[in-house]
């Protein structure tokens, strides 16, 4: 059930459930950060560099940036729809939006793989 | 938010309404506040994610370029950014959790809903206030 609402058929519901999705990977996230900061405490650079590398690490911090990516898209959108009437003006906005959040999805990627 | 228009409204439809939009007139339960906060923090959060970045390149790119980035941090300016960001952070993070919580019909009545809006409050501030206690002094 929850699943057939992710489909193409309802747009409306997908991106109200993969906002909640998203937001929720996103807090898990967070808290998962937080308690390795505070058990960790990273504070010279070769601690940080620990602290970033390992494999799984990266990975969650992919996963976290791909539903923020989504996340944010669907958020700014309804914002933008919201209070920009001018229907030109907000076409061009919202490409600049998807355009900044791919390049900002490359750049942590790059980093990541660099890493 | 539009309550102070419900004697307008009744009497004539077809009446040129006024029209009250003006944030700082607009009396604002504390529902509303988290919400409309809610929404600011969220965009002030996608705003922030080329800083962001930036920032966390600077820091894994080198061992000097990390001092760069806790040499800056020492300014006044980046405390200030950084705290601002944070507590964006924090009430987002938890105004989305209330709103999750809603979204599966839990505290959804006016008086819960309204304790709920202080609590997030309360709790923004809070790790704010820790995290402002734990590095910025
Ligand atoms: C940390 C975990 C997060 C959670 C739990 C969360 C939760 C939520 C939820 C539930 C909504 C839907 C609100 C609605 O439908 O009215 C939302 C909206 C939004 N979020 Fe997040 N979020 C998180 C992180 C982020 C981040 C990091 C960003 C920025 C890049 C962001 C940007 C936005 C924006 C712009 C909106 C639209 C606000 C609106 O329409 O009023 N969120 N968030």
Same mark, same amino acid.
């Given at each position: 059930?929850?699943?057939?609402?992710?489909?193409?058929? =309802?747009?409306?519901? &997908? @991106?109200? !459930?993969?906002?909640?999705?998203?937001?929720? $990977?996103?807090?898990? =996230?967070?808290?998962?950060?937080?308690?390795?900061?505070?058990? $960790?405490?990273?504070?010279?650079?070769?601690? *940080?560099?620990?602290?970033? &590398?390992?494999?799984? *690490?990266?990975?969650?911090?992919?996963?976290?940036?791909?539903?923020? #990516?989504?996340?944010?898209?669907?958020?700014? &959108?309804?914002?933008?729809?919201?209070?920009?009437?001018?229907?030109?003006?907000?076409?061009?906005?919202?490409?600049?939006?998807?355009?900044?959040?791919?390049?900002?999805?490359?750049?942590?990627?790059? !980093?990541?793989?660099?890493? | 938010?539009?309550?102070? /228009?419900?004697?307008?409204?009744?009497? /004539?439809?077809?009446?040129?309404?006024?029209? /009250?939009?003006?944030?700082?007139?607009?009396?604002?339960?504390?529902?509303?506040?988290?919400?409309?906060?809610?929404?600011?923090?969220?965009?002030?959060?996608?705003?922030?994610?080329?800083? !962001?970045?930036?920032?966390?390149?600077?820091?894994? #790119?080198?061992?000097?370029?990390?001092?760069?980035?806790?040499?800056?941090?020492?300014?006044?300016?980046?405390?200030?950014?950084? $705290?601002?960001? @944070?507590?964006?952070?924090?009430?987002?993070?938890? @105004?989305?959790?209330?709103?999750?919580?809603?979204?599966?019909?839990?505290?959804?009545?006016?008086?819960?809903?309204?304790?709920?809006?202080?609590?997030?409050?309360?709790?923004?501030?809070?790790?704010?206030?820790?995290?402002?206690?734990? *590095?910025?002094?």
């Amino acid at each position: 059930m929850l699943l057939s609402l992710l489909t193409k058929r =309802y747009p409306g519901m &997908r @991106a109200w !459930l993969t906002q909640r999705l998203t937001g929720l $990977l996103m807090a898990i =996230y967070s808290v998962v950060l937080l308690i390795r900061v505070l058990v $960790l405490t990273p504070s010279s650079y070769d601690d *940080w560099l620990a602290f970033s &590398r390992p494999w799984w *690490w990266r990975l969650a911090t992919l996963i976290f940036w791909v539903s923020l #990516s989504s996340h944010a898209w669907l958020g700014v &959108r309804d914002v933008l729809k919201d209070y920009v009437p001018n229907v030109k003006i907000r076409m061009v906005l919202l490409k600049l939006v998807v355009l900044a959040l791919w390049v900002y999805l490359v750049w942590i990627t790059l !980093l990541l793989c660099n890493l | 938010m539009m309550n102070s /228009n419900r004697k307008v409204q009744s009497t /004539n439809p077809k009446k040129v309404r006024p029209k /009250n939009l003006n944030l700082f007139t607009i009396r604002m339960p504390i529902n509303a506040l988290v919400s409309i906060l809610h929404r600011v923090t969220g965009c002030a959060l996608f705003l922030a994610l080329p800083l !962001l970045l930036v920032t966390f390149q600077l820091s894994i #790119s080198s061992a000097s370029k990390f001092q760069l980035v806790q040499d800056l941090m020492h300014s006044p300016i980046a405390k200030l950014i950084v $705290l601002g960001l @944070a507590w964006s952070f924090f009430h987002h993070f938890f @105004a989305g959790i209330r709103h999750l919580a809603m979204d599966v019909h839990w505290a959804t009545t006016l008086i819960k809903a309204r304790y709920t809006s202080k609590v997030v409050f309360v709790l923004g501030g809070l790790a704010t206030l820790l995290l402002a206690i734990s *590095w910025v002094f």
